[in-house]
């Protein structure tokens, strides 16, 4: 398959597969346990059904959005997600340079493989920074204060993570960073050669975020003892509500997934709230975020930007997020694939066909504008 016939998210799941070793490629594709909450991400789109209106006079479409004080001309986003260079040598420059070219927000990973004050420098679209809690309270302090100077616009706290989840592919193949294959793991990577020959040929592979506190290079510390010896399980609303007043600006919680953490969300001074449950790839048998979001909407919705993520992967599913009162949705998985497949180009593609679907549905819709879109156009089942 090539990228010219790649049309929707299963097309790129196919590329990237047939370009990716195993290993990589189930880091990406996998979730945590039975895979059930990865799972009903997506299927939780079909709960509902759109109820189109016609003879609206649909000319043209606007889908621009403001969200977390930045104005997108698109009501997605590509989430930061870790470890991009590993699924194509261009990782983070590549998803950056796609988001600018449509106009809308991109993020990077604290165990991002592109620092941010390059991706800050290089793109004038608006970045999150998405970092997780540590025990050593001088180090959250730093990596604040490092994407303050670097002009980073959101903040973003990660925190359904205060451990890894169980996620067994990874333990099959013995993926983990450093590398520590299993023999089956190996004979998968000697199996794509390509993707060995570029992994050597461009930039050493590091994580500029964590380069001065972790030694990824020796192998003194791997992803999985990262979060097992560095992240803070104690991390309480207490902790979190000084970060807010620390950072002074634009604050979000991505993996708030309870009316009650929503409010405290508000209490504390967030300016808004991603629903999450980190792809699947956490506590498997939890909700989906669609399922959770009417809800929350109407708990805090007028209080604080509500955006969700998770298993999305058609415009109808943005749309549905939109009508029940998100004000963005984040894009993971959907990008990782085409990236994967075909670096910037293949994420560029995938936003476009994105935008086009939403185009169209809109106009299918009856709505000319986001803004139009309410509960009205749904009808649960």
């Known amino acids: 398959m090539r990228l010219a016939q790649c049309h929707n998210h299963h097309d790129f799941r196919t590329l990237a597969k047939q370009r990716l070793p195993g290993p990589i490629f189930n880091y990406i594709d996998g979730g945590a346990d039975d895979e059930k909450t990865m799972r009903r991400n997506t299927a939780a789109f079909d709960a509902c059904d759109l109820v189109p209106n016609v003879l609206r006079g649909v000319g043209n479409v606007d889908l621009s959005t403001t969200v977390l004080g930045q104005k997108l001309d698109l009501p997605f986003y ?78 973003m706290l990660t925190v359904d993570s205060i451990t890894g989840g169980n996620r067994e592919r990874d333990l099959r193949t013995g993926f983990s960073i450093p590398f520590r294959l299993t023999l089956g793991g190996m004979m998968q ?95 498997d048998g939890s909700r989906s975020a669609f399922d959770q979001l009417a809800e929350i909407v109407d708990a805090v919705g007028d209080q604080i930007d509500v955006i969700m993520d998770g298993g999305v992967q058609r415009g109808t599913h943005v749309l549905k997020a939109l009508a029940v009162g ?46 139009e879109l309410n509960r009205d156009h749904l009808k649960f089942r």
């Open 326 to 371: 998100a004000k963005a949705v984040g894009l993971g998985r959907y990008y990782l694939y085409p990236l994967a497949a075909a670096g910037q180009a293949g994420v560029e593609r995938a936003l476009g066909l994105m935008r086009t679907e939403i185009e169209r549905d809109m106009r299918l819709m009856g709505c000319s504008s986001i803004s």
């Open 78 to 155: 590509c989430s930061p997600t870790a470890l991009q260079r590993l699924f194509h040598h261009r990782g983070e420059r590549a998803v950056g340079a796609a988001a600018e070219k449509y106009g809308t927000m991109f993020g990077v990973s604290s165990l991002g493989t592109v620092s941010l004050e390059e991706m800050r420098e290089k793109h004038k679209n608006p970045q999150v920074y998405q970092f997780y809690f540590h025990k050593d309270r001088g180090l959250n302090t730093a990596m604040m204060e490092r994407a303050k100077e670097a002009g980073v616009e959101v903040m």
């Open 189 to 283: 990577f000697a199996m794509k050669p390509v993707w060995g020959l570029n992994y050597v040929r461009h930039e050493r592979f590091s994580l500029p975020q964590l380069e001065s506190h972790v030694d990824m290079g020796s192998g003194a510390m791997s992803i999985g003892r990262y979060f097992t010896d560095m992240l803070d399980p104690s991390m309480n609303w207490d902790d979190v509500e000084k970060m807010v007043r620390e950072w002074g600006g634009q604050f979000c919680l991505k993996g708030i997934m309870s009316v009650e953490d929503a409010r405290k969300a508000v209490d504390i001074g967030c300016s808004g709230i991603i629903l999450s449950n980190h792809g699947g790839r956490q506590l």
